[in-house]
């Protein structure tokens, strides 16, 4: 949910936290190498000799790349929330501080530019030290205990970033078995496995019950999820890494152009683009709720996916008597 720092390719990524701490160390000072620079500008008295020998040209290129290109933004936002997700699975003390440090990647970087060059190389200094502030909150967090044992469910090890409590690890538990359930009755069973990692998923990824990060295969759950809602939301999530694992870009944007067409969505997030559809209609017809006339559109994105219409239950049902 949100804004999705992945873009449409699925680009598997190394999880050692030793390298993604390298990278971003890397990134990070390519991205700084005009600090100085910039710093000079915001010092330099105005008005002055000094600031009109300022090489306003070099300024305009740099200040460009930071707010427009924003290639620095794209490059770390492959980097910095899989360090984030990865280190928050050791149950660090500072989660609270990688918290607030991935909602800076859960949204588009934004600069609200005004034509002052000096404010812009105020927003590229501030930038820089909260980036280095993100650093050495991942450094801090991979010195915690990076053995925290995980809970095997079925195919899937559920690792617990936060602590929970007993009575919340047995309902997530719960949950992690119903989804599966869900998702084997309709042919899907083969994807539930991986990791599932316990976060608090609404302060990383607004509103969200959970969420798939394709670049890991992982996937994050609130430490709350319970109930007949969470497990379709767990469906959901699943569905993410059917699609991406079956590359099915454009059985995707067929059905979502015949749900669009007919105005027929699940849910209305379902209408925010062809993988949210997919996801959700899956999901729905892992919970036995998708509507028998859209069934035959579902499957046709995929031959896994197995789904029983409500007369040949009925045909079923009474050959058996």
């Known amino acids: 949910m949100g804004f999705n720092f992945q873009d449409d390719a699925v680009h598997p990524v190394d999880t050692d936290v030793v390298r993604l701490l ?43 790349k930071f707010w427009q290109t924003r290639d620095w933004f794209f490059e770390l936002s492959k980097v910095v929330p899989v360090l984030i997700l990865e280190v928050m699975k050791r149950q660090p003390k500072n989660q609270v501080a990688l918290e607030k440090d991935m909602k800076f990647w859960a949204k588009p970087f934004r600069f609200n530019f005004k034509g002052d060059q000096v404010a812009t190389a105020a927003a590229y200094l501030s930038t820089i030290k909260k980036l280095e502030g993100q650093l050495k909150d991942c450094q801090e967090a991979a010195r915690s205990n990076p053995n925290v044992e995980a809970v095997k469910i079925g195919k899937f090890l559920l690792h617990d970033s936060i602590g929970i409590d007993e009575v919340r690890m047995q309902k997530a538990i719960a949950a992690i078995k119903s989804a599966t359930r869900a998702m084997a009755s309709i042919g899907l069973g083969e994807y539930c496995a991986g990791n599932i990692t316990i976060v608090n998923s609404s302060k990383l990824i607004s509103r969200s019950a959970a969420f798939y990060q394709a670049n890991t295969d992982d996937i994050f759950i609130s430490p709350d999820i319970q109930g007949a809602d969470d497990v379709r939301a767990l469906c959901h999530e699943i569905g993410h890494r059917v699609h991406f694992k079956l590359h099915l870009k454009h059985q995707l944007t067929t059905l979502y152009e015949a749900v669009r067409d007919a105005g027929a969505w699940v849910t209305p997030y379902a209408k925010t683009d062809e993988r949210e559809n997919f996801s959700e209609m899956v999901a729905f017809a892992a919970i036995g709720k998708l509507d028998d006339q859209w069934k035959s559109a579902l499957q046709a994105t995929t031959n896994k996916i197995k789904l029983a219409y409500a007369s040949n239950v009925v045909h079923r049902f009474l050959a058996t008597r």
Request: net charge negative.
């Open 22 to 64: 390298a990278a971003f160390r890397e990134h990070l000072e390519v991205f700084a190498k005009d600090r100085d620079f910039a710093q000079h500008i915001v010092d330099a008295p105005f008005p002055s000799e000094e600031y009109r020998a300022i090489d306003w040209n070099r300024w305009s290129s740099i200040s460009s």
